[in-house]
């Protein structure tokens, strides 16, 4: 599990440094004495020597040699230790000593990483949000949410509160009857959405009974919001996304990329007179527009909404059970259409994302585990375990991204043959975000229906990931100009 703490650094005493550090994070110890002629510099830590000078010790666990780098400067003598993607086996002691002419110098570090809202067991954490102002970071979990202050400058141990939000007696005991209570009836916080700048839009699972609440961040107070739809399963993997500037009855709208009463689609509530919700706006017409997907991101883009998912590749040979990465669009415009399209989305585009390393036998990676958005680039996470753990983050352009969905369409002429790019377009042509989806003619109904594909994939920045890390990653967190220097993406820039 990924768990994050802020970093601060202090000094105890004049030879051992504590270094607080977050699990996932980087850490590198400076040693500060030199060798001289050829008397090496040792390593130490909690697993033994380390390193000589600047050899890795082969005999290290290998997924710690793996996260083991030596940055030498050997023309002045200099090795320090680099540790990338710590774990909590890494807390300990860690020493440099350097024997110079018979004299032994030695420097100790003590590695420390703390636990965020500690609790002695699981509390999965997995759902994080900074607030607009950045001051607070919301934790989504198991029966709680909480609220850690981060201020201007992290520290440690940081202010938090955790509000409780167990699941409702009579939800929690009609769900043990079919399931196991802990996880899968407890309440587990899957939805973290600023409403405001001080509220936040919560939903927990609710003993398999999924329910809204609305918290206020700055006196913590909150209020039912009574049943919404999120996941009812702990581990569904979907995604929402709030859009506070798209106004229907005085609020903003949900988007959800999830699975709803087993129909796995993109949806927003639709609102009656009364401002209540009466139906959803939704989509999937065929396993072509999605076939077992699992989504990881979602993100407001212009007049349009963006979904990132995995799922099921359909215009591959079907034995071949290929999993693709994919990015889909639809317009916050988008009403739905007539006949066909009803309720439906009229301007669902698909496409494949494609991140794979270079040369003459590239290596794809199609598992997308998450993704963030920074300035207009989308950082996107990919795991493979073929051999040993491999992740990978590709960056992809927003306007490439755009560029795709306003090129040509993939096409499949009869049940099997192979998926070619479509030819006789109708006009106008189908996908554009227009102001009045229900004006749409059969033609151009008929062909979005039959054509979600694009045919074209999306293709990473700079032609290759521009991040491998030899480890299972699982999260990506995008870090604001306070944590700079201290996650993933802030160090890849
Ligand atoms: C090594 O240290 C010297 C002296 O401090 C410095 O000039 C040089 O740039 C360093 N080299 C590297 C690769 O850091
Ligand atoms: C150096 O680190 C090792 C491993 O953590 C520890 O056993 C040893 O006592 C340390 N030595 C000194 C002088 O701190
Ligand atoms: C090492 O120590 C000896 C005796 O203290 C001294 O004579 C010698 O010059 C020293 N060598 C270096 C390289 O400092
Ligand atoms: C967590 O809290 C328990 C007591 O509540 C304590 O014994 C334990 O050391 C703490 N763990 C960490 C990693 O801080
Ligand atoms: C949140 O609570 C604060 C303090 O009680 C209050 O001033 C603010 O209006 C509340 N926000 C909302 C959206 O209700
Ligand atoms: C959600 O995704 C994770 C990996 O990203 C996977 O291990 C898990 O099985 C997925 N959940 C479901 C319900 O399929
Ligand atoms: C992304 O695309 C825009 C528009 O084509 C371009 O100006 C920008 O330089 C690109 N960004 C990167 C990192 O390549
Ligand atoms: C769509 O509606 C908006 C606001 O009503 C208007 O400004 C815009 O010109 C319309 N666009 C088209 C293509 O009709």
């Not at 002629?37 to 390593?43: P, S």
């Amino acid at each position: 599990m990924w768990i994050l703490l802020f970093a601060v650094i202090t000094i105890h005493g004049v030879h051992t440094r504590t270094v607080y550090e977050f699990v996932g994070s980087t850490v590198t110890f400076k040693c500060p004495y030199v060798q001289e002629d050829f008397n090496k510099v040792v390593w130490k830590g909690p697993f033994g020597v380390y390193a000589h000078s600047n050899h890795r010790n082969t005999h290290l666990p290998s997924d710690l040699y793996n996260r083991l780098f030596i940055i030498s400067n050997s023309s002045v003598g200099r090795f320090d230790l680099k540790l990338v993607n710590l774990q909590y086996s890494d807390k300990g002691q860690y020493n440099c000593s350097v024997t110079n002419n018979g004299t032994k110098k030695s420097k100790t570090f003590h590695l420390s990483l703390p636990v965020l809202l500690n609790s002695s067991k699981p509390s999965y954490y997995r759902y994080l949000k900074l607030d607009p102002s950045s001051k607070k970071l919301i934790v989504g979990h198991m029966n709680y949410a909480s609220i850690v202050d981060i201020l201007d400058k992290p520290r440690f141990p940081v202010n938090s509160i955790s509000i409780q939000f167990p699941s409702e007696a009579n939800k929690l005991s009609y769900c043990t009857l079919s399931k196991e209570k802990v996880p899968y009836c407890q309440n587990h916080i899957r939805v973290l959405e600023f409403r405001t700048d001080d509220t936040v839009i919560l939903c927990g699972t609710n003993a398999d009974s999924p329910k809204g609440f609305e918290l206020n961040i700055t006196d913590n107070s909150h209020i039912s919001l009574g049943s919404v739809p999120c996941a009812n399963d702990p581990f569904d993997n979907f995604t929402t996304t709030y859009i506070r500037d798209h106004i229907q009855y005085g609020k903003g709208i949900m988007y959800y990329g999830a699975t709803l009463h087993t129909e796995a689609t993109i949806f927003r509530p639709m609102y009656d007179s009364a401002g209540r919700v009466s139906e959803y706006q939704k989509g999937v017409i065929s396993s072509n527009w999605m076939k077992d997907p699992q989504f990881v991101g979602s993100f407001p883009l212009k007049e349009t909404v963006l979904f990132f998912f995995r799922e099921t590749a359909t215009e591959v040979d079907p034995s071949e059970n290929k999993i693709y990465s994919r990015v889909a669009k639809i317009c916050k415009s988008d009403i739905g259409g007539n006949s066909i399209l009803r309720n439906k989305w009229t301007s669902y585009q698909k496409a494949r994302l494609q991140c794979f390393t270079e040369g003459s036998s590239p290596v794809y990676f199609d598992d997308i585990q998450d993704i963030v958005e920074k300035d207009g680039i989308f950082y996107s996470l990919y795991t493979t375990r073929i051999k040993s753990p491999i992740s990978v983050i590709c960056a992809f352009n927003t306007s490439d991204i755009e560029a795709v969905f306003n090129g040509p369409f993939k096409t499949q002429v009869t049940q099997n043959s192979l998926w070619t790019e479509a030819k006789n377009i109708p006009q106008p042509r189908p996908g554009m975000c227009i102001n009045n989806s229900m004006a749409q003619s059969e033609d151009v109904l008929n062909f979005i229906a039959n054509h979600p594909l694009m045919h074209k994939s999306v293709q990473p920045l700079y032609g290759k990931p521009i991040f491998v890390l030899y480890d299972h990653l699982q999260k990506l967190y995008k870090n604001t100009q306070e944590y700079d220097g201290k996650c993933v993406l802030c160090r890849l820039r």
